[in-house]
T-cell receptor, first 115, second 109 residues
């Protein structure tokens, strides 16, 4: 199957700082990338959908100025959590799919802890 | 609205068979995925059904009935490593996956 690499796997940052998470498709062109957040024992929550070269579409309740998504190429999307707060601590997961794919392939996830 | 209903938790014995049921309501339908998610890890793909019937893949099988809004995941010859959460995720008319909280499966020796 296709490979999606997410980096870093875990990060600890201070409150008020920004953190960037990268999601790369290694062996296919990801026309669409999805960013999810998952709190412990809860379901995946879609934060935003991004198509290469265009602005991300954010789900209701997700602050686009706080969670900056860039999908500038067919192999890379980034999520930047700006001015992070402890309540932003969560598991962030990206997934990516090509234009002809039904299935989206998941990255390994990033465990963010804001202290 | 869109809704997924799965049991919160199930327990089974190593070597046995377990069936995890899922009922769903979505705006349109473009197939249904099952994912396995170990604690602290991202989901991994198990199966995709778009037509009615049973899809068998090794120890795992998945069934779909579109008219009933129903699917199940059948796991045979259970192993300890199968302890995980199992997520039923139908895809709506916008090709967006709809996620429930999943079923936590506990395997006992």
């Amino acid at each position: 199957g296709a490979v999606v690499s997410q980096h870093p796997s875990w990060v600890i940052c201070k409150s008020g700082t920004s953190v960037k998470i990268e999601c790369r498709s290694l062996d296919f062109q990801a026309t669409t990338m999805f960013w999810y957040r998952q709190f412990p024992k809860q379901s995946l929550m879609l934060m935003a959908t991004s198509n290469e070269g265009s602005k991300a579409t954010y789900e209701q309740g997700v602050e686009k100025d706080k969670f900056l998504i860039n999908h500038a190429s067919l192999t890379l999307s980034t999520l930047t959590v700006t001015s992070a707060h402890p309540e932003d601590s969560s598991f962030y997961i990206c997934s990516a799919k090509g234009a002809r794919d039904t299935e989206a392939f998941f990255g390994q996830g990033t465990r963010l802890t804001v202290v | 609205g869109q809704n997924i209903d799965q049991p919160t938790e199930m327990t089974a014995t190593e070597g046995a068979i377990v069936q995890i049921n899922c009922t769903y309501q979505t705006s349109g339908f473009n197939g249904l995925f099952w994912y396995q998610q170990h604690a602290g890890e991202a989901p991994t793909f198990l199966s995709y059904n778009v037509l009615d019937g049973l899809e068998e893949k090794g120890r795992f099988s998945s069934f779909l009935s579109r008219s009933k809004g129903y699917s199940y995941l059948l796991l045979k010859e259970l192993q300890m490593k199968d302890s995980a959460s199992y997520l039923c995720a139908p895809m709506d008319s916008n090709y967006q996956l709809i996620w429930g909280a999943g079923t936590k499966l506990i395997i006992k020796p």
